[in-house]
Structures are given as C-alpha cells and as structure tokens.
C-alpha cells in the first residue's frame, strides 16, 4: 500500500491524461491520415490557408445544405451548370459550355464540357449526373429543403453523354440565378449512391478544391484537386478553422493561427487598415439591414405616424458612429448589385421638427409608447439604441426587447410586432424577395409589416411570371417605388462584406454574396 | 460495498428521469423551431408542416414526452436535425476533448491548489500566506471567459509561445499539449483557488488536533507530522471540493471551449440550442448529468478509501 494516496491519485490523473492524448482524438473523412493544419507545425505544405469560419461543417451535400458556412465552403468543392463571375453576380458558363432555351421558357438544353472529372476517380461528368443531381432533389426520402427553389422543374431528359434537356412547368426568370447557387451544384451519382448518409460528410464534387478529412469542431481540410479542368488551383491546401465567437476569431487571427477572417467590428477593422501586414477586402453584401412598422397594429396604420418615425431617425449618426463606415447607406430596398433594384428612391431627410407635426397632424402631439424588438446581435442593438434616442426627441416612448435570434424569428413570422429590426440576404433576382416581403401572399412568414396593396399584389403576381425582361423592370420598379412611398419600413444600409487577410494571402475577391471563392488565392512569401 | 454501489446507482434513476423532464419541457417552452431554423428563409409553410410531422415535432407534447423516454430506454438517441448524423455519433466525437480538458483542469487546480494551501497553512501570516491569499481570491472572483482571454492575449498574441485556438494536430502528442495548456489552466484557476483556501483551514484545523501535537511529541519529522498525519485527515474536505468541482468543470468547459473554439460537448450544447436541435440537446443534457452522478457515486468512494470510519452502508 502506498504511503501517501493522494500521490498515487495524482499519478492515476496524470496516467489518464497521457492515455487520452495518446488515442481519443480522431477525425472523419477518406484519408483519415491528414492533420488539422492548425498552428505552425513542421511538414506543413508550403501553400496552405486557413480560413476561420463562423460555424462548423454541418453537410456539403448540396441538396441539403442551408447554412452560411456550409455554402461558403461547398463553393470551392462543386460546379453548377452555371457560375457568377467571379466578384459580381453576373452568370457566366461553368460546367455548361453554352445553353439554349425556348421561346416560352419551359424549355433548357445545355451543353456540358467534355472531359470534367469528378474528384478522387469517381469518373467523367456525364448528363445521367446532372439528371441525377436535379432528380434527387424531389426524392420524398431525402426532402431537401433547397430543393424547393428548383420546383419548377418538370423532368430532365439525357439527350447524349454531353447534352441535357430540363422542363420546366412554368417559367422561371430566376432559372439561372438558382442554378448558380448552391443547389445547382452537380453531384456525382456513384459517389452519393455509394456514400449513402455519409456523402453530406464525404462529398465528392468536380471543384478545384477536393474534400480530405473533417475533425469535428477542428477544422475541414481540402487538398488541391489536380485534375481540375481550369488547371490546377493556387492552394496545396485550405483548412476551414470554425471559430464562433468573435473575440476569440480576433485573437486567433492575431496570434497567427488563422490566415483570413471576416471582419464585423468597427475598431478592428480600424485597427487592421493601419497594418501593413494586413489585407483588406471590402464589398457591399446582398442583404439590407432595416426596421418596420406592423401597418396592422395602431398607431401604425396611419401613414402620418409612419412618416413622422421615418424623419424622426439620424441615420448619418447612426451609420457614422455606429458602424464607422462598415456599411454602404440604402437609398433604395435592394442591395444595388440585384437585378431591376432602384437607386436613389429612398432618401429620408432627417427632421425632427417635421416629425413632430407630422405625429401632431395624426392626432397624436404627445406621442405614444410602442415595442421595437431586435435580435440579440450588436449589429441591431446598438442602432436600435439610437432609434430610441431618436424617437423619444419627438415623444415617442420606444421600449427595445432585445430577443435571441431564434425565438425572435419565431415571433416576427407571426406578423404581429409592433416594430423589428432585422437584415435580410437577397439574390441575384429580385423574385423572392420583393414577392415574399411585399405581397399579400408573404404574410404573416415573411410579410412582417403586414402590407397589403392590389396593385403591388398585381404587379407582384405578373413580374414574377413572366419572361419579358422589359415588364419586368417596369413592374418590379412600380413595386419598388410604391413600397418606398408607403413609408412601412426604414431601409438603414446594406452590410459590407468585409474580410482581413495576411499580406501573404494574394488573389482574393470578395464577393456580394459572400461565397469566399478562392479561384485565384495563393499564397506567396513568409508565413 | 458491492450493495452500496448499486444501491447509488438505482438512486440515479429517478434524478435522471427527472432530468429527462425538466430538459424536455425547458426545450419546449422556449419559443423558437428547429424546423424553420433548419429550412431557413426558402421553405414554404407546407414544407415546414410536412418536415414538422416527419419529426413528430406536431404530435401533442405528453406522447412526445414518452416516446422521448423510451427511445432512451433502448439506448437510443436519436439523430441530429441539424447534421442528420446519430446523436451518440456527435457525442462520442467530443467527449474525448471535454474529459481531456476537464480531466487536466482538475490535475492543474490539485497540483497547485494543495501545496498552495500547505504552505498557506504552515507559514500563516507570513508573506506567502498573503500571497495564496490574493491569488485565490483573484481565482474565486476572476470570470473564467476573462481569463481565458488574458491569457490568449499574453501566451498566443503577444508572444508566440502557444496556439489561441484549437486542440492541435490528431496524433501529433506535443501540438496537442501545447494546445490544451491555456485552456486546462483557464478552467483549472477558479477551482486551484477553491481548493487552495479550503486545504489552508483544513489544515489549520487539523494541525491544531491532540493526536498532531502527540505525534510531534513522539518526534517524528515535520514532514511526516504534516504528510502522513495532517493531510491525510484534512483531505476528506478536500476531495468533496475536488468532485464538486468536476461537475463544475463540465460546465465551466462551455465557455472555455467558446474561448478557445476547442471542440467539445460543451460548444455541441450551444450550437445545438441555438439551432433549436432538440435531439443533440437532450442527448448531451442527458449524458452530462449522468456523467455528474457518476463522479458523485466515485467521489463517495474515494472517502471511504481515505477514511476508514466512513462506511459504505
């Protein structure tokens, strides 16, 4: 027996330590052999990035995948039948040479590069893959959530190995914008069928980067895929570091254990530009930050008081103090890179005076008490501070209940707040978002203000479904400019995109949909 | 000792069950749905009604509540929404990090919390007393999130010398350590304080017992007196503090794991909460508090092996 058994306790701790060190830790992927490529580490490949991201790796399956990471990195893994140019959203080919389509629209046949190899020897792409990719996507079992922006194709038709024919039930003006997106990318039939459950975890794509190996909560590794058709990309590796909480992605940054991140606060941006050693990419995002008024709850429904809130709010000190310059004002409601938006149509003037007869005239001199709710992010609550501030010069007594997201979002599709502050992601085309925010068929899931108008609801109705490009700018800018005019919400400002990188980092553009592309990212000189 | 344990054992059943309960109706009651936070802004409101019934997320809440607990009693544990992949899949994939981390948060906080509290103990009121003393209270007071970040901001930013984040390169022993360093120490400081200030008036007690003043009078060394006599009498509270604070240190891990993005069940918790993933959610819930009782039913032992006169019946 030994004399001091606390010592021994010690030793058994110590023993349990070492053993776990040795054998717990292990990751998932194919070549189970790679390491996580974080720190400094000897026999590291000399072209290596580490990119950290806000969440983990939750699928790469196309068809399944929603989330802002998930897209972020399947955008380097896959190919669509057509791609944006890189830092616009303009579609330029991608694995289709060229396409063709029918006079009414229902009709697309494209026309797919020869000698496009998946990764890892699963083969040729051949049309039975995009028939398989977009087939799979109505698979009752599967029920793909993405896939429900793709439902308006009818069926597919194999017409050669290269040549390939979708129908569609009903035109789609946005065909094309959707098929650049991540749903559209073409997945190998083998690799899914053979992969099973796991291929969300396993995918194999046609992309210049090829999945290696994904450590829970480490990291996601991608390799170079060499066989790729535009010629072997810049990067032997990238490693995706997911790295929730801010400070410490600062940190992390800052201590050099990641190469690239994305910047959301003001004084580090600051800070960054003043490095030499730093990289800056900056570019306004596809998503406009708001607040609205629910036009179905009193004092809302009167025009007057809506207008006198809108005068009420300094956005320059808003945007000025709070954001520093970290976000492009809206003068319209699209962020400007979407297809048809409208430039210039919404410029608040910021009067207090007028606010306050404008309330007066609505009957309303002393003002009233009302609910401003926001998510529990900064990026909402300090603006919905200042709105308080504002409101309350004019007599408007604002109580701001600050909510976690989800609940939040729980709350606002029901339609019935008062106020909410909110930013909200677009797309290329303006279809879904003028239609589900607009139009009387949004409410209450998205619909939040409670707006109802017959000739929006029209106008809505005819631009989404037509393919005349002409009508469609005229009715979705009537929309527009009559939404504005109705004063229901308060477009502040779209977002910037904003990433850091270390100078060593060469080639990056950023884009408005944030994708983090690496088409032509290297990295040259000392780490 | 055979009856004991398993008398403890069945005694967790119903702490565990109700457990089960309380998770099960906190999850519910929060607002907020797993189904439009997994289909996002593209689902239509048909969609979300079909994904809801797949889930059985409609049926009414006291059926949920029972087939919930018998999945579990067949050891099932459902599938993430979120990933789709088996919730002990998930679950076994991060424990390994959290027990590595807790395990060496414990191992720094007796490492340097006993003798911390010896020498505070034997030299009262001396320089070294004063010392413990404020380094204790730092620990008791200091949020660990703030000093997680200190030291990130000292050891990784300003001098190079250890990762800000990570659990290392798999494999590679040395990348492992160095990674887990901060953490271990971020998580093991408060509990170091605890058991610092607790084996200090311990001790006090003890050394001032009739059988430490014979002892002495027989002429045995100092060093016997306080090792062999002292201490061994004044660690039973010293180890309830040690299985206490495993516990906490479970807990504690969360914002340790946020801080230094390791993996780990703790970070799983989270973002499992936050994507409303009820399955991950009870699942880890479940697996820590039974992990809890355990360390509890192994602390008990631990007393009855130091302590002759504690008997397990």
């Given at each position: 027996m030994p004399k001091n058994r606390f010592l021994s306790l010690l030793v058994v701790i110590a023993l349990v330590i070492g053993l776990l060190a040795g054998c717990g830790v292990k990751g998932t992927g194919p070549s189970a052999g790679g390491n996580a490529g974080q720190g400094s580490g000897k026999g590291t490949p000399k072209k290596e990035l580490r990119i950290a991201m806000q969440y983990d790796l939750g699928t790469l399956d196309p068809a399944l995948l929603t989330s802002v990471t998930d897209k972020q990195m399947s955008s380097n893994l896959y190919n669509g039948l057509v791609r944006y140019q890189l830092g616009t959203v303009k579609i330029e080919p991608d694995l289709a040479e060229k396409w063709e389509t029918s006079k009414d629209g229902l009709e697309w046949t494209f026309y797919l590069r020869k000698g496009v190899k998946f990764h890892r020897g699963y083969g040729e792409l051949k049309a039975t893959d995009v028939k398989f990719t977009f087939d799979r996507l109505k698979d009752p079992e599967l029920k793909?959530?993405?896939g429900k922006l793709l439902a308006a194709i009818k069926n597919i038709q194999v017409v050669d190995d290269y040549t390939v024919k979708i129908f569609l039930s009903k035109p789609d003006p946005a065909f094309l914008d959707k098929l650049a997106g991540s749903v559209g990318y073409i997945v190998s039939e083998k690799a899914v069928k053979e992969r099973g459950a796991k291929y969300g975890q396993q995918p194999i794509g046609t992309g210049p980067y090829m999945f290696e190996q994904w450590n829970p909560q480490q990291s996601t590794t991608y390799v170079a895929n060499p066989d790729y058709f535009r010629g072997k990309?810049?990067?032997?590796r990238v490693v995706y570091i997911p790295i929730p909480d801010a400070t410490t992605m600062y940190n992390a940054f800052e201590a050099g254990n990641v190469d690239m991140i994305q910047v959301t606060d003001p004084d580090k941006l600051a800070k960054y530009k003043k490095d030499p050693n730093i990289i800056i990419d900056e570019k306004p995002g596809l998503i406009t930050r708001f607040f609205g008024m629910n036009g179905a709850i009193k004092p809302f429904d009167n025009k007057l008081v809506r207008q006198a809130v809108i005068a009420a709010v300094d956005r320059d000190g808003i945007l000025n103090n709070v954001f520093k310059g970290m976000s492009t004002p809206a003068t319209g409601i699209l962020s400007p890179d979407v297809e048809f938006a409208l430039k210039g149509i919404f410029q608040p003037k910021y009067d207090p005076k007028k606010a306050k007869e404008l309330l007066a005239q609505a009957g309303l001199p002393n003002g009233f008490k009302t609910t401003l709710y926001v998510p529990n992010i900064d990026r909402f609550t300090k603006p919905a501070t200042v709105i308080k501030e504002n409101l309350k010069a004019i007599g408007i007594d604002l109580e701001i209940k600050v909510m976690e997201t989800q609940s939040f979002l729980a709350e606002l599709r029901k339609a019935q707040l008062p106020m909410f502050m909110l930013s909200r992601g677009q797309d290329a085309t303006p279809d879904r978002v003028l239609f589900t925010w607009f139009?009387?068929?949004?409410?209450?899931a998205d619909n939040w203000a409670n707006i109802d108008i017959p000739e929006v609801n029209q106008w809505l109705d005819e631009a989404t479904s037509t393919l005349d490009q002409a009508k469609r700018q005229e009715l979705f800018g009537k929309v527009q400019q009559r939404i504005v005019q109705e004063d229901y919400y308060y477009f502040l400002d779209h977002e910037n995109h904003i990433y850091a990188m270390k100078k060593y980092v060469k080639g990056f553009v950023g884009d408005p949909q944030r994708s983090i592309r690496l088409d032509n990212v290297t990295v040259e000189g000392e780490k | 000792m055979f009856q004991f344990v398993v008398r403890r054992l069945l005694a967790t059943i119903p702490t565990l069950l109700g457990v089960m309960v309380a998770v099960f109706i906190a999850l519910h009651l929060i607002p907020g749905d797993p189904v439009v936070a997994m289909l996002g802004d593209m689902a239509t409101p048909e969609q979300v009604v079909a994904v809801r019934h797949e889930l059985g997320l409609d049926r009414p809440l006291p059926l949920q509540f029972v087939s919930f607990v018998e999945r579990y009693l067949r050891g099932e544990l459902g599938n993430s929404i979120r990933t789709r992949r088996p919730v002990a899949e998930e679950i076994s994939d991060r424990f390994p990090h959290t027990f590595l981390l807790a395990a060496a948060g414990v191992f720094i906080a007796v490492l340097f919390g006993i003798p911390l509290g010896i020498v505070a103990a034997t030299r009262r009121g001396s320089l070294l007393d004063l010392v413990s003393l404020v380094l204790s209270m730092t620990g008791i007071a200091a949020p660990v999130f703030w000093v997680g970040l200190l030291l990130s901001m000292l050891f990784a930013i300003r001098l190079h010398w250890l990762p800000a984040i990570g659990a290392g390169k798999p494999g590679d022993l040395f990348s492992m350590f160095e990674a887990l360093v901060l953490p271990a120490f971020t998580l093991g400081f408060s509990t170091m304080a605890l058991i610092a200030r607790m084996t200090r008036s311990s001790m006090l007690e003890v050394l001032r017992e009739d059988y430490v003043r014979t002892a002495r009078a027989k002429g045995l060394s100092e060093k016997i007196v306080l090792y062999k006599h002292a201490l061994r009498n004044a660690a039973i509270p010293i180890v309830t503090i040690v299985g206490l604070n495993i516990g906490y240190l479970l807990g504690g891990a969360v914002l340790v794991e946020t801080v230094f993005a390791r993996p780990g069940l703790g970070k799983l918790l989270v973002d499992a909460i936050l994507a409303r993933d009820y399955p991950v959610v009870q699942g880890v819930t479940f697996f820590v508090a039974t992990s809890f009782v355990l360390v509890n039913l192994l602390t008990d032992l631990i007393y009855a092996l130091l302590d002759p006169q504690v008997r397990l019946s």
């Open positions: 793909s959530a993405p990309p810049g990067l032997d139009s009387k068929k949004g409410i209450p | -």
